[in-house]
């Protein structure tokens, strides 16, 4: 989904929104990637899993996606298209609706 928001956005409005739609989905796709990282890694300790690791990890996703929103929009400044961003950042949220509209999720 992120891919394809950058695109339709990079098509539509040019390189300036490609790449705010990049950023508004990279926003997402770290802290997520860093947390499913960190959930897979608890999984082959034995004994070292623990439901607090789960909920620390959401907050640090939370933390670090409204973090890396604040940090794009100081150093973007007006180079920011905020539509793009937006979309890339809520087609990236929501791209696992699609996931098991389409049976992909088991």
């Not at 890694?41 to 909920?55: E, K, S, Y």
């Amino acid at each position: 989904m992120a891919v394809l928001a950058t695109a339709i956005a990079w098509g539509v409005a040019g390189t300036a929104a490609g790449i705010s739609a990049l950023v508004g989905a990279g926003a997402y796709l770290v802290p997520n990637t860093l947390f499913a990282l960190r959930l897979l890694l608890d999984t082959h300790r034995p004994g070292q899993t623990n439901p607090f690791t789960f909920f620390l990890g959401e907050a640090f996703k939370l933390v670090a996606t409204v973090l890396l929103l604040w940090l794009a929009v100081r150093l973007g400044g007006d180079r920011i298209v905020w539509p793009a961003m937006l979309v890339g950042l809520i087609c990236t949220l929501k791209g696992y609706v699609l996931l098991l509209m389409f049976g992909k999720l088991s």
